[in-house]
């Protein structure tokens, strides 16, 4: 793996759980892996025995707090956007020009294709593509698709979509901020999108984790206090003009998630033939 890339896995209060780390050793991944834990952590010891002091880097959770929007005013921190944010700066630090932000809690990294999908045994190869492909472009960040961007089968003239959620493969030298306490992800790439900027999914490779709310630690306290209806509207406050809220199903399970209405979300190409 090249010397100038590294993985970041953000994790919390899971030290004996974090899975992503043998996941990526196991899918090919050989270069730098750190996890990257909070000072408001009670079990930061845990993370320091597991995995060595040199493969775990604490930031400034509240110091982090006051470089970007929260969103709200609530004042509860335990959430990632602290984390996701805080990477850019360690990156810096440690001398690295691209980085993936990884959670914690991965245990599949493949392909995607019409005939289904296939484990990867080379994600070196895969991360220098995608670190290639943030520095060439104008884009400011690449995502690899999940499980569900593939419900009802894959669609192989669908190569990339204007989302960016979970993993982000990210450079030093194009750095945004994430906004929101919750639903980070979304708010940043509907407010930063809405501007000019540029954030992809690639759909022909893809990660699989653990059910939301089904694994302790991390985020699960906080989708348990709030529900998504709350984590989906801070999208809504960030882009009305764009995002609303409604309910979708899977299987006897209704809860509410964010709709997005792409016309009104991103500035689109004008056809040359309208060019005067």
């Not at 630090?93 to 019409?114: P, T």
Request: glycine share 8%.
């Amino acid at each position: 793996m090249k010397s100038n890339f590294c993985a970041f896995i953000l994790s919390h209060g899971r030290a004996d759980n974090v899975r992503t780390f043998d996941t990526l050793k196991r899918h090919g991944y050989t270069g730098k892996v750190y996890i990257v834990i909070d000072n408001e952590d009670a079990t930061a010891p845990e993370y320091y025995k597991n995995f060595g002091k040199e493969n775990v880097i604490m930031f400034d959770k509240k110091a982090t707090s006051q470089t970007f929007d929260e969103v709200d005013n609530f004042n509860n921190r335990k959430t990632i956007v602290y984390a996701r944010n805080a990477c850019f700066d360690i990156a810096k630090d440690l001398g690295v020009k691209n980085f993936i932000e990884l959670d914690d809690d991965y245990y599949w990294f493949g392909h995607r294709s019409v005939n289904g999908a296939k484990s990867t045994r080379d994600l070196d190869s895969i991360f220098s593509y995608l670190s290639d492909f943030v520095n060439d472009s104008p884009i400011k960040t690449v995502c690899f698709s999940q499980g569900g961007d593939h419900i009802g089968g894959y669609d192989d003239n669908k190569k990339v979509g204007r989302k960016a959620m979970n993993s982000f493969v990210c450079s030093t030298e194009k750095p945004f901020k994430f906004i929101g306490r919750i639903n980070e992800d979304v708010s940043t790439y509907v407010r930063l999108g809405g501007l000019g900027g540029v954030f992809f999914t690639i759909y022909n490779i893809q990660l699989d984790q653990k059910d939301t709310q089904s694994n302790k630690g991390g985020m699960t306290d906080i989708y348990m206090i709030g529900g998504t209806y709350i984590k989906s509207f801070y999208s809504v406050i960030v882009n009305p003009s764009c995002v609303k809220v409604k309910t979708i199903s899977r299987g006897d399970k209704i809860r509410m998630h964010h709709s997005i209405k792409w016309d009104n979300a991103v500035p689109l190409i004008i056809d040359e033939k309208h060019k005067r």
